[in-house]
T-cell receptor, first 110, second 111 residues
Framework: SQTIHQWPATLVQPVGSPLSLECTVE??????LYWYRQAAGRGLQLLFY??????ISSEVPQNLSASRPQDRQFILSSKKLLLSDSGFYLC?????????FGPGTRLTVT | GQQLNQSPQSMFIQEGEDVSMNCTSS?????WLWYKQDPGEGPVLLIA?????ELTSNGRLTAQFGITRKDSFLNISASIPSDVGIYFC???????????FGKGTLLTVNP
C-alpha cells in the first residue's frame, strides 16, 4: 500500500530564515506530487505540482520554491521566510484524479 | 479561475441527525471527490465519483455526481461525534492534473 510522509510535523522559524520541508511517498512509482498551503480558515491553496523528476509547475508567485530531486521526493523551500508564510503545508500524491494527502507540517513564522 | 461553491459553510447538529452538503460549479467536471479533514491532520479521501448520475455509498456516507456534471452532494446519515471536521468537495477536469477545491463545510456534532 502507498504511504506519504512529511517532516517536520511542526516548525517555528524567525522571519528571514530559510525553510525546507520534505515529502516522500512509498509504494507507488512516478506519482504526481503537490504542495498545498492551508491558512487558518480552511481553504486549500495549490502552490506547486510536479508530474515528474525535475518538472515543477508553480501556481502562485511568492518567495517559495519546490524541487523534485527523486521520483518520490518533493521538497518545498524558501530562502527567506515572511510572516505571511505561516500556515499548514500539505503534500499530496496522485496517479489519476484521486489525490492523497500527507499529515501536514504546521509552520509558524515569528 | 474555476470556482466550486460549497455550502453550507458550517453546520451545528445533534448526534443522530442526518447531514447534507453540496458543491456547485459553473464548469463541468469529469470527477468529483469528497474529503474529510480532522483538526491538525491532512484531508482523507472519502468518496470518488466518476460518472454523471453516479450514486456511491461508503458506510453512512452517500455522495452523488450530478447529472449536469456541475454539482455533487454528500449526505451523512445518523451523525456521530467523530464525524466532526471539515468536509471538502473537489472536482477534476481530468486533463491538467489539478483539483479545484471547495472552501469546506465545518461540521460540529453535539453529543
Amino acid at each position: 500500500s502507498q504511504t506519504i510522509h512529511q517532516w517536520p510535523a511542526t516548525l517555528v522559524q524567525p522571519v528571514g530564515s530559510p525553510l525546507s520541508l520534505e515529502c516522500t511517498v512509498e509504494g507507488t512509482s512516478n506519482p504526481n506530487l503537490y504542495w498545498y498551503r492551508q491558512a487558518a480558515g480552511r481553504g486549500l491553496q495549490l502552490l506547486f505540482y510536479s508530474v515528474g523528476i525535475g518538472q515543477i509547475s508553480s501556481e502562485v508567485p511568492q518567495n517559495l520554491s519546490a524541487s523534485r530531486p527523486q521520483d518520490r521526493q518533493f521538497i518545498l523551500s524558501s530562502k527567506k521566510l515572511l510572516l505571511s508564510d505561516s500556515g499548514f503545508y500539505l503534500c499530496a500524491w496522485s496517479v489519476g484524479d484521486e489525490q492523497y494527502f500527507g499529515p501536514g507540517t504546521r509552520l509558524t513564522v515569528t | 479561475g474555476q470556482q466550486l461553491n460549497q455550502s453550507p459553510q458550517s453546520m451545528f447538529i445533534q448526534e443522530g441527525e442526518d447531514v447534507s452538503m453540496n458543491c456547485t460549479s459553473s464548469s463541468i467536471f469529469n470527477t468529483w471527490l469528497w474529503y474529510k479533514q480532522d483538526p491538525g491532520e491532512g484531508p482523507v479521501l472519502l468518496i470518488a465519483l466518476y460518472k454523471a448520475g453516479e450514486l456511491t455509498s461508503n458506510g453512512r456516507l452517500t455522495a452523488q455526481f450530478g447529472i449536469t456534471r456541475k454539482d455533487s452532494f454528500l449526505n451523512i446519515s445518523a451523525s456521530i461525534p467523530s464525524d466532526v471536521g471539515i468536509y471538502f468537495c473537489a472536482g477534476s477536469r481530468g486533463s491538467n492534473y489539478k483539483l479545484t477545491f471547495g472552501k469546506g463545510t465545518l461540521l460540529t456534532v453535539n453529543p
